[in-house]
């Protein structure tokens, strides 16, 4: 039960809130400053009901303002609801603006202060479990990252040592696991933190245009080139170039790129004259860059020259017990983006999160709790408010047919993930042809992306 401190030096009065707050509270009280901070200390009261006219001074405000004072210094997360005789606002606002949660004016309205109550206490768990999940965050978190399992704790692990030479480094992992986030905390652990880190995704810009991207062009080069442009390598001297999705970098390109590994130079587009940069290059892909090479979609040689060490990052899935704690700290944050209320999850939504699949992992985890924070009606989130079927996501499986369409569900879902929804290679990876493939997934209820 928690704990209310009640400080009056009317005992009648004391009497009176005890009997009639005692079935919500652990009441405790005090008639005087010394009382109330030695009452306050033992019991650990968050909520505290204070008279301002206590003894030696009952008729002056003095006495209770240093009460408050002394008992805020103590511990600044109370809430102290004030009381003040009629006619004596300015006290009462004197007191607010010194810290006090909130002011009652006597004789008391008993519902209006249980009201008042009800609200400071729900305040105090807020606040309390925001501090829990903020200080979860500083012990488990590392360079803005969370997690707590033992694949995290390697992840973390392994940035702090790569981090600390200069080599080339590939970063695997599925879409939405946080492959930039891992380059750019290499980066600010790096000795080239004071230097620029340039990133680049390597399959958002059209083919054409990636080569000028990276490289720069110089004016005349092609139609279009009215200015000399550098590139994102020559924005990255000095510092880290990330180049994300590096598995769709194009065969030619891929020559150009080796040659910049191995000589530290690169020529612009349609210039002639090389330019020293000196940039380390971080790369990072949810393809599987051996099999690529073995289809010869990618090079070996420029593989081996970017994979001198490699960090690979964890599905969602297979670090549930991260789950709760992650859900937690981005709803807190998208709730106090969209000024909402809300008090968490409810235990169906943290069940149904931790048994489903999340293809999408950590960024569509944000991406249903953002929806979330906007569209639920309760104070809890519910599976609903996040789009999740308990159902679909294996909690209620009675049937060897639902068992088996909740497997090739995931399995189709997970291959579209890796290849970025590209049917053809996905069809490859399951051994299944193009048509089966567009059968299974009318059959299955997947939308083609």
């Given amino acids: 039960m928690a704990s ?11 009497t009176q809130m005890k009997w009639s707050l005692g079935g919500d509270y652990s009441v405790e009280l005090a008639g005087d400053r010394p009382g109330a901070v030695a009452a306050a200390a033992g019991s650990g009261a968050a909520v505290i009901l204070l008279d301002l006219g206590l003894p030696p001074r009952p008729d002056e405000p003095e006495e209770g303002i240093a009460a408050m004072r002394e008992l805020l210094e103590a511990n600044p997360h109370r809430k102290i609801i004030v009381i003040t005789g009629q006619g004596e606002k300015g006290n009462a606002l004197r007191a607010v603006a010194e810290g006090a949660y909130d002011f009652l004016n006597k004789p008391i309205d008993m519902d209006e202060l249980k009201i008042i109550l009800k609200r400071a206490f729900h305040l105090v768990r807020l606040e309390a479990e925001y501090r829990e999940l903020q200080g979860k965050l500083a012990a488990d978190g590392f360079e803005g990252m969370l997690g707590t399992s033992p694949q995290m704790q390697a992840v973390f692990t392994a940035v702090r040592k790569v981090a600390l030479a200069d080599a080339p480094v590939l970063i695997l992992g599925e879409s939405g696991t946080g492959k930039e986030m891992v380059a750019q905390a290499i980066h600010r652990r790096s000795r080239r933190q004071a230097g620029p880190f340039a990133a680049i995704n390597c399959s958002a810009i059209p083919e054409n245009l990636l080569e000028s991207e990276l490289f720069g062009h110089e004016k005349g080069a092609f139609t279009g080139a009215h200015a000399q442009r550098p590139g994102r390598m020559e924005a990255a001297a000095g510092g880290t170039l990330f180049l994300d999705e590096i598995g769709e970098v194009p065969l030619a390109l891929q020559v150009k ?15 002639r004259r090389p330019i020293e940069i000196d940039a380390r290059v971080l790369a990072a892909t949810n393809v599987d860059l051996k099999q690529a090479m073995a289809a010869e979609r990618f090079r070996e040689d420029l593989y081996y020259r970017l994979a001198v060490v490699t960090v690979s990052l964890p599905p969602l899935r297979e670090r549930t017990g991260d789950i709760p704690v992650l859900a937690k700290v981005i709803l807190r944050r998208f709730a106090l983006e969209n000024n909402r209320k809300l008090s968490g999850f409810n235990a169906e939504a943290l069940r149904v999160m931790s048994a489903y699949a999340w293809p999408g992992n950590v960024r569509e985890m944000e991406n249903r709790i953002r929806r979330a924070a906007i569209m639920a009606e309760g104070r809890h989130v519910t599976p609903e408010d996040l789009e999740l079927d308990p159902a679909a996501v294996g909690l209620k499986i009675t049937t060897l047919k639902e068992a088996r369409e909740k497997v090739e569900r995931e399995a189709i879902r997970r291959a579209m993930a890796r290849h970025r929804n590209n049917l053809s ?22 939308r083609r992306e």
Avoid: N, W
């Fill in 4 to 14: 209310l401190l009640i400080v009056d030096d009317d005992q009648s009065i004391q």
């Fill in 257 to 271: 790129l080796l040659r910049f590994l191995q000589e530290k130079s690169i020529q612009r587009v349609g210039g």
């Fill in 425 to 446: 290679r996905a069809a490859e990876e399951l051994d299944v042809s193009r048509p089966t493939l567009y059968e299974l997934m009318d059959k299955l209820g997947i």
